[in-house]
């Protein structure tokens, strides 16, 4: 089996590569720090590591309050993050504090070696459900404990890994455990080949998340948002190609009439700043962007266009309603806790396959609304922003939906604890 992935694999990293060099940007996306995706880091200068690995933006703000629990816990532990994007890199550089932040190596078993003699962990925490099959054999080889947390498997990723279940048998034996967000969840990692018995659902780490502070951003939002004189503020947060434009149309609607309101319009990727700030220029709308934010004023009944990175969070809590990205053109939709945090009621689209337990969860709860179209997100917001109760009665129930789920944190460093006591041991045969 792992001749013919790391032929395919191979293959398929020579076939990439020249569109990947041709797509590379000036900040070196795919070309910078090249050297730690073939596993080439300095070794740490102390022993006993936890590296945790968090695919990209998403799966690093759900780590957060984990990792920074873990250097508080574990002092003598050097902790270290791997990521795979540039944005998730990026952001944590700004966000983090961990003893090393790096990329995640290739799945080429020369790499994974080098990357895990760099590091040298004790334990690795794999966020969601990365499964890279040298990485896996590789640490099982060596005695590393690896632990699959806050792991989820979509219906997309069911569907496209249960074909492949007598292939990724060998592969999962290599896991020490599997920590899943849900039941569902547990079902599906053990339908494509993980060992019943080291499977559990311990609740979504997402939910124990504490949104970042920042009291520069705040002050600025607080000053801006007065001297413009702005009433109510709408979010759409981590919208994606195909969506904008209903966004925009949606918040024409809302415009036909002044009331002072502001969109906050933050796409998902930082690539696409310069396509929506085009598409803002040629919508006729009035618009600035954050980085021109306190050299222009805010405009009333206008648009502020987030193209930083690491903000969407903590402006939520200017919110009054939001609107959740990726949910009204097939992404499959994004996270909404955040807004929940704050207690901003939601509206999203029909495509959150990508959080459906949770979507739905909060639908049940009277805390979101489902729209459909431009038309019924205009709607929605009209409604929400005239019922000054409804609004009210909305972002409580998200709030209280939110508290009532927290606690997976703690199940999960009471496993960690268990795997660094040794109570527990990887088993692996190549």
């Known amino acids: 089996m792992y001749w013919l992935y790391n032929l395919l694999l191979a293959l398929g990293l020579v076939?990439?590569?020249p569109y990947l060099l041709l797509k590379d940007t000036q900040d070196g996306r795919y070309t910078r720090r090249l050297g730690e995706r073939f596993g080439r880091l300095p070794r740490l200068s102390r022993t006993g590591a936890i590296w945790i690995h968090a695919v990209s933006v998403g799966e690093m703000l759900a780590?957060?309050?984990l990792l920074a629990r873990l250097c508080e816990q574990y002092p003598q532990r050097p902790v270290v993050l791997s990521v795979t994007t540039a944005a998730a890199r990026n952001l944590a550089e700004r966000r983090i504090n961990c003893d090393r932040i790096?990329?995640?190596?290739?799945?080429?078993?020369?790499?994974?070696?080098?990357s895990l003699a760099a590091n040298a962990p004790s334990l690795v925490l794999i966020a969601e459900t990365e499964i890279w099959p040298n990485f896996l054999r590789a640490a099982g080889a060596q005695g590393v404990p690896?632990?699959?947390i806050n792991?989820?498997?979509?219906?997309?990723?069911?569907a496209r890994y249960r074909p492949l279940r007598r292939l990724l048998r060998k592969p999962l034996a290599c896991a020490t455990a599997f920590l899943m967000q849900s039941p569902t969840d547990a079902v599906r990692i053990v339908e494509i080949g993980a060992p019943p018995e080291r499977v559990q659902a311990m609740g979504n780490l997402k939910?124990?998340?504490?949104?970042?502070?920042?009291?520069?951003?705040h002050h600025l939002m607080e000053s801006e948002l007065r001297a413009a004189r702005i009433a109510q503020v709408v979010i759409a947060g981590s919208t994606m190609a195909g969506e904008e434009e209903q966004v925009l149309a949606a918040w024409r609607q809302m415009c036909q009439r002044p009331e002072r309101r502001l969109l906050i319009l933050a796409p998902r990727h930082p690539q696409r700043f310069a396509e929506v700030r085009e598409m803002l220029a040629a919508s006729?709308?009035?618009f600035i962007s954050r980085s021109q934010l306190g050299r222009e004023p805010l405009p009333d009944d206008g648009i502020l266009l987030l193209d930083t990175l690491g903000e969407l969070a903590a402006l939520y809590q200017f919110a009054d309603v939001g609107f959740i990205g990726g949910s009204l053109a097939p992404h499959g939709g994004?996270?909404?806790l955040e807004p929940a945090y704050f207690g901003v009621p939601v509206v999203f689209g029909p495509y959150m396959q990508n959080f459906a337990a949770i979507a739905e969860q909060f639908l049940a709860a009277g805390a979101a609304f489902r729209t459909d179209s431009a038309e019924e997100l205009a709607a929605v917001w009209r409604r929400l922003l005239h019922d000054d109760d409804l609004r009210r009665r909305a972002g409580q129930a998200a709030r209280e939906l939110l508290h009532s789920q927290r606690g997976a944190t703690d199940r999960v460093l009471a496993a960690i604890a268990a795997q660094l006591a040794g109570r527990e041991e990887t088993l692996c045969r190549s």
Do not use: K
């Open 15 to 17: 076939a990439v590569s």
């Open 63 to 65: 780590i957060e309050p």
């Open 102 to 114: 790096f990329y995640f190596p290739l799945d080429l078993s020369p790499c994974v070696r080098r």
């Open 146 to 148: 690896v632990l699959f």
């Open 151 to 158: 792991g989820r498997v979509s219906a997309r990723s069911f």
């Open 207 to 217: 939910f124990d998340l504490l949104p970042p502070s920042n009291p520069t951003l």
């Open 284 to 286: 006729g709308l009035r």
């Open 334 to 336: 994004h996270n909404l």
